[in-house]
């Protein structure tokens, strides 16, 4: 039995299920990014299993296209995410969401 | 099962497997290893539904790139950060096992109801590369979102070091920081000088009033 579109959906699914609980659950902020990046993995899978499995005929690769971007989206985001918690680090010491609960700069 | 079944359940459970460690590990370098090897996995599922250039991209960005700039953050972090090691469950995850097992199973269940819906006359590659249809479409059909992210990537770097530079505020801190050190580091000499003084007088002042008597 090959691989069809039901396997590449569910192992998706799973994969961004983690990644919520990871960006809910974990502590320190370079975590959450990091579980953020594995929730955009999951649509990137979608994404390539749509381009592959649906509507292939009418629009072929139109799915990849946007897993493509969605790639390009998610390393940006970590850029400037990355910038922002370390400048986080270096004014409160700290990067505990249990500790940075209030919105002054 | 055939090959490419048993190629896709080895490297889904090895992408589940390295998501479960970025979300569960405790050190977040090591978390930051399992995004590269769950990005690589993720890549090589791009192979499998015929892609290359998106395994290439994916194997270059989230293999590589992304899991560098997270582990030299984690390194600048890393030594005076109290919330590592022990304790790296926020105080929030009930809630966060809560809405993961719901959308999970909410995810799940449409994909279990819908069954084959999705399908649309499977797109059968026949082993051609791949490359030069989503080389035609990046730049022809989507030629204005390909600019858009260009521009994106250029505003991301920028800001990155906008943000990321000490700007004059914090030096002026700083320096004021460093001037009170500097203030009662010379009045706590000037005391230390001055009990001094008064001790190596005593003596005399008191030699001094013997004689009087």
Redesign the interface.
Known sequence: MDAGIGHFLALSALLFAIGAFGMLARRNLLGVLMSAQVMVAAATVALAAFARFGYGGSRPLSGAAFAFFVIIGGAAEVLVATAVLLLVHRRRESLDVDELDDLRG | ??V??I???AF?AV??VA??G???LPE?RH??YA?AG??AA?GL??L????E??FA??IL??GL??PA??L???T??GG?????GA???????P???L???G??AL??G???VS??V??????A?DGKA?TQ??GD??FK??AL??GV?AV??L???V???A??RRDDLEDELEAAEAARRHREERMRRRREDRERARAAQRPAAVAGQAEGE
Do not use: C, E, K
């Open positions: 099962m055939s490419n079944g190629v896709f359940y889904a992408a589940v998501a479960l970025v979300v569960g977040l978390a930051a995004l769950m990005g993720v599922l791009f499998l539904v015929g892609n250039l998106l991209v994916q960005v989230y790139a992304v700039v997270l030299v953050a984690v600048l972090v005076r950060s109290r919330d590592q304790g790296w469950l926020s105080s929030w995850w809630v966060a096992v809405v993961a097992v959308t999970g995810l799940l449409v994909v279990a069954g084959d999705w399908v649309r006359g499977d797109y590659l791949v249809p989503m479409l990046i059909r989507y979102p390909f992210s994106l990537l505003t991301a770097l800001g990155a070091v943000i990321g």
